[in-house]
């Protein structure tokens, strides 16, 4: 499970996304019809340890697969996605997965912060190789997702929104972006120089 921190989104409360994936092999399921089928019982919690603080989140998951489909799936992960609107703190997230058949269970921890809503700062990096297609004249979509690590050739995207930028009276905040890629060792990929970024009609 892991954490990603977006946008202010009401009050002084953030766009906070946790993300889980779980593995599919303790489950031993086999295929019924042509598809692997489950009901999984889902429980999040999310620890405010600023506030003391509890947040719950309860849903049934009902797992329904094609077989053809299903290897991808052992091999990801079952994807779970839990959004909340958190304010600035330190948080916990606790979640637990309970196979409704076997009685199995599964559970994970997962410590995280919460920044600001005024800072100036980039949004948790999505990094992935999983991307929705165009749709209605949208650009392409990453998907966050819970590992970080990839098949060597895979071809990777990653996207942020940057927020808390400064104006200056009517003209648009002025921001440029610059990244480098480097191996475990320190040595250099890949770098690009700074390119200033022009915000759309929304001012984003």
């Known amino acids: 499970m892991t954490s990603y921190v977006f ?3 009401t009050g002084t409360t953030m766009r906070t996304l946790l993300v889980a994936e779980a593995d599919p092999a303790p489950l031993r399921l086999a295929p019924r019809d042509g598809r692997y089928s489950a009901t999984l019982e ?4 999310v620890h405010d340890r600023s ?37 600035p703190g330190t948080y ?3 979640h637990l997965l309970r196979d409704r058949e076997t009685g199995t269970i599964g559970s994970v921890r997962h410590e ?10 980039i949004t948790t990096p999505v990094v992935t190789d999983v991307v929705q297609p165009p749709a209605g004249g949208e650009p392409p979509r990453p998907v966050p997702i819970a590992r970080r690590t990839f098949k060597a ?22 921001v440029s972006v610059s990244y480098a890629l480097r191996r475990a060792d ?14 759309n009609a929304r001012g984003q």
């Open 186 to 199: 320190g040595t250099s990929i890949s770098a690009s120089p700074p390119q200033a970024l022009k915000p």
């Open 153 to 174: 050739g895979t071809r990777i995207a990653v996207a942020f929104d940057i927020i808390g930028a400064a104006t200056s009276g009517n003209a648009a905040p002025q």
């Open 92 to 94: 916990q997230a606790t």
């Open 7 to 9: 946008g202010p989104q």
């Open 112 to 121: 995280f912060e919460v920044p600001a809503s005024d800072e100036f700062r």
């Open 51 to 87: 506030r003391d603080s509890l947040e719950r989140n309860e849903r049934l998951i009902e797992l329904n697969v094609p077989a053809e489909a299903f290897a991808g799936l052992a091999r990801a992960g079952i994807p779970i996605q839990r959004e909340f609107a958190l304010p």
């Open 42 to 45: 889902s429980y999040v919690l």
